[in-house]
């Protein structure tokens, strides 16, 4: 039963622009490059939350064919597969990425310092820089992993310690996911085949244990395999998959890989959304935040304004991780514990104890003022119909006092619990008001109420209706009949429990209760 209450939203603080400054804007080999903002088309896919995206246009160089990222300091470095290095320096606002604000970008060189010359040396492919501060960087058709002290410097050595995934790949089929942590790395080698493993974890004494990587459902059978990866400084690491097929485009998609190897879908990403043939994917951790960003691989053929048909573009996209579930406001024994106040305490009234598993809730339902409501909700307890159910929703609200919000319980749909839905009767005819510990029915509009309710913590005065409003539905407002006079201590720690972050549609992801709290008996208290 989805609803969204109208709230009042206040300023919270003055909103401050995070921008970073632009790398080496003073060097002769920093440019501004031409972008556009570039929208993915969904606001989420799967578990990730999309924070902006911009598209990168051919400038003074060819900015094209990136293969893999990796974040560090305050930029985004990059390889592509002519065989250069990258460094991108990012604008962002309020957490969301909208542009490239500078580009720095030279030849990665060998061991003697010379330039990479031709696609089969310089096909760089995988890039990530270990806890030492040595960059390792994998490179396909002449396969081989070098080190670099400094990417703008010669090559200091090889990488021996992933060669168990070199001999087994063809020219085009090599090591494509380089990703270091504290005490590892990850590498995995462009191909998914159960007999034949495709990943290695490396430990800082230089053991590799090979396992295999499988693609993930949406997109193993279009031939998805690990392109780039990612890891956290706990050693979880996020591996992205591509694909692409002629009769569908592009497809892409990102595991979570626990530091046992455990695998957890977090998206796939596919048509119609706005996407091409992804190939790079760094984590940023942040206190209270972790972003990953994704860039595609055009080989080296960029879109210009004209959008020519059968182009590619460079598209730099930003998604944001699950967190922590946010930490419930705790509830206050003095100020949250105190019952609700029956604005009528004269008028006619039944008592109703809901027993929880967390205790008791005592609510004197309004029959005189609000006959149809009040009486409608003595059904469900006379039958029965609200023993075995829960209040599954908890909702922080703004208030003077803390904590404010409120808690929802019921039936919630169940075909075999609701009975009709009832006439609407708005405060404005009933007198009540949603003051702390109002009883009032969920809805989805006037008159479809059925089963479901919530109990208010603290004033909650704009759900009550309002006959000068324009919107008919907030003129009706919600149908207050009932006001929880014992308990409230209860309710508070129903507001206090554990929330889903990912559960819920809409404005109700992440106010789900988990576990949702029981509802054992709702009867009639004894005269």
Known sequence: MTWMPRIALKTLGTALALIAAPLAAEADDAFLPETAPA???????????????????PDKADIGGISSLEWHGDSLFAITDDGRWMELSLDEVQGRLTDVAGVRLGPLRDPK???????????????????????????EQEHRIWRFADLE???????????????????NEGIETLAAYPGGVLACGEWTDPARPNCLRIGADGAATPFALPAPEGIAASGGVPTDATCKTDGTCYVLFRSYRADEGSRTAIVALAPDNGVTPLAVLAPPLKLDNFEGLAVREEEGATALYMIA?????????????????????????????????AADPVLTARP???????????????ETELGPVTIALETG????????????????????TTFYRAMDL???????????????????????KIAHEPTSATGLTHTHGALSMAMAAPGDADGDFFIMIEDQTGFDADPAASDPAWAAGYAAFGYVTGGMDIVARILAAPRDPEAGDGVMKGQMLEPEVKIISARRAAP
């Open 398 to 420: 703004e208030g003077t006092r803390k904590p404010s919000g409120l808690v929802q319980g019921g039936t919630r749909g169940d075909p075999k619990r609701i009975r009709p």
């Open 297 to 329: 691989d055009d080989n080296l053929q960029n879109c210009e304004r004209s959008q020519k048909p059968g182009c590619q573009r460079t598209l730099l996209y930003k998604f944001a991780l699950p967190g922590p579930p946010a930490a419930a406001p």
């Open 113 to 139: 310092g010379a330039m990479l010359d031709g696609k089969a040396r310089g096909d760089a492919e995988a890039l990530t820089r270990l806890p030492s501060g040595e960059w390792l960087v994998a490179f």
């Open 153 to 171: 410097g010669p090559a200091s050595g090889v990488y021996p310690q992933a060669a168990a995934l070199l001999p087994a790949g063809a020219s």
């Open 340 to 354: 609700g106040v029956r604005p009528f305490p004269e008028a006619a009234s039944v008592t109703v104890v809901l």
């Open 39 to 57: 929208d993915l088309g969904a606001a989420e896919v799967g578990a990730l939350a999309f924070r902006g995206g911009v598209e990168i246009f």
């Open 369 to 388: 003022r609000a006959p149809i409501t009040a009486g409608n909700f003595l059904r469900y307890v006379d039958e029965k119909r609200f023993d075995g």
